[in-house]
């Protein structure tokens, strides 16, 4: 099994918080592509991109912000990056502390229009990030210690 060697980064930073603070995409070019860059130089394989609201999302777009990223977008860099030898994990933040991305669905935890959603934003992500192997839904906080058997 490859090594993964990478980092996290953030298209929109409408994460946690009771209000989406973040009203467009405000997102540096020159900053992403200086990331890229570094990841290639020192050997990096992996970036984790936090995509929530910073995408354009067909099957929801009362959830993208403006500007977000287009599907033709991702797609671009999927491309450009798996040509650098770089892989792109699309990550999707479900954890109730932050989901404020989601907008009104981030308060119909546990109802099925909830889990309708976040299926449909994991099948949208999985097509638009050309199918990557893997798909972060968050939880990345928690920790052995978070685990009763």
């Known amino acids: 099994m490859e090594r993964k060697w990478g980092i996290l980064t953030h298209l929109s930073f409408n994460i946690a918080g009771d209000l989406k603070k973040q009203t467009e995409l405000i997102f540096d070019e020159a900053v992403w592509n200086r990331i890229v860059d570094k990841c290639e130089e020192n050997g990096l394989n992996t970036i ?83 199918q990557p192997e893997y798909i972060h839904i968050g939880m990345d906080e928690e920790n052995w210690k978070h685990f009763n058997d």
């Open 48 to 130: 984790v991109l936090d995509v929530n609201d910073g995408v354009q999302w067909e099957s929801h777009p009362e959830i993208s912000l403006p500007g977000a990223w287009s599907k033709e977008k991702v797609r671009s860099e999927v491309l450009r990056l798996r040509e650098k030898g770089i892989e792109i994990i699309p990550k999707l933040n479900f954890s109730t502390t932050h989901d404020v991305w989601m907008g009104e669905y981030g308060r119909m935890v546990s109802t099925s229009i909830y889990y309708k959603v976040c299926r449909d934003l994991i099948l949208e992500v999985y097509d638009m990030f050309l």
